[in-house]
């Protein structure tokens, strides 16, 4: 059995706490209901923008782990590659938040 949540628990769990921190969490695109991929897109004051998604590790486990970064002297290419990747996977959730360590939001096991 897969102890995994539901991914639309997990994403009103992660924008619920992220919004009662005092931040901005908003979702995107909205993914398949159970079993969709979740990608978190972190920000602070809407610059840096981060793109977290699980990868599988070497024990057999998914951590989040950031997989693409924003270039400062050319933002756009981040958004462009968040669009193909939704477009790609119309599964997938794309969840943004914006406060300052986001990172703390995203998966106890970063700790």
């Not at 159970?34 to 897109?41: E, F, N, R, T």
């Not at 939704?86 to 990172?103: K, M, Q, T, Y």
Request: glycine content about 8%.
């Amino acid at each position: 059995m897969d102890a995994r949540l539901p991914a639309h628990i997990e994403v009103s769990a992660l924008t619920r706490a992220v919004q009662a921190a005092g931040g901005f969490a908003t979702i995107v695109q909205r993914g398949e209901k159970d079993a969709g991929v979740v990608l978190i897109v972190t920000m602070e004051r809407g610059e840096n923008a981060r793109l977290w998604e699980r990868m599988p590790q070497l024990d057999g486990s998914r951590k989040f782990m950031i997989s693409k970064t924003q270039e400062p002297e050319n933002p756009q290419q981040f958004n462009e590659y968040l669009g193909r990747r939704g477009r790609s996977d119309p599964d997938c959730w794309i969840v943004e938040l914006d406060i300052d360590g986001a990172e703390r939001f995203i998966d106890s096991a970063l700790q």
